[in-house]
């Protein structure tokens, strides 16, 4: 991984990370990650290092990747995918693709060691993408289901839940013209 990662700093190679054939470097970090499962690494460096080249084309075959690998271990991979979800988003202005990664996130990674903003991650891109019933549903039955510990925490998404509530009502009752 480390002679991976250095490829691109070695003196006489004139070939940035952002001029690398992503194919192949997919293949590496393939093969780096099914040499060691339990490593974090490869995906920490694909999420942070190589998804974050200004190539739209480049940083979605990343993030393809990273989102292929985070089902074999959902619980450790969490942290890339939401970064993926957090390029998804701002980068290349997919909200659709970030719901997606953040609505796996929110399914598959259940071991109490994740935070609960990771497992938030859709109600808000729901809200962003103008998806308010969604996002007042999802909301609602996070706070129903009692798993908000922290006071203030627990004050905060109640104040969005409110404010969600309040902009339906205000589309519903917005006249027709």
């Known amino acids: 991984m480390v002679w991976l990662q250095a490829f691109d700093s070695r003196g006489d190679n004139a070939i940035p990370y952002q001029r690398l054939d992503y194919s192949r470097l997919v293949g590496w970090l393939h093969a780096i990650l099914a040499t060691d499962p339990r490593s974090e690494y490869p995906l920490f460096v694909a999420a942070r290092v190589y998804a ?26 969490w942290p890339a995918l939401a970064h993926a979800a957090l390029l998804a988003k701002h980068r290349l202005n997919d909200l ?21 903003w990771a497992r938030q991650m859709e109600i808000f891109i729901l809200e962003d993408m103008n998806e308010l019933e969604a996002a007042k549903i999802m909301l609602g039955g996070l706070l129903a289901a009692g798993r908000i510990r922290d006071p203030e925490e627990r004050r905060f998404l109640q104040g969005r839940l409110d404010d969600l509530e309040g902009r339906l009502k205000g589309k519903r009752s917005a006249p027709v013209r």
């Open 52 to 77: 974050e080249n200004p190539e739209p084309l480049k940083m979605r075959r990343i993030l393809d990747f990273i989102f292929a690998e985070f089902a074999a271990d959902p619980n450790r991979r």
């Open 96 to 116: 659709p693709l970030a719901r997606q990664y953040a609505a796996v996130i929110e399914r598959l990674a259940t071991d109490d060691s994740v935070p609960l």
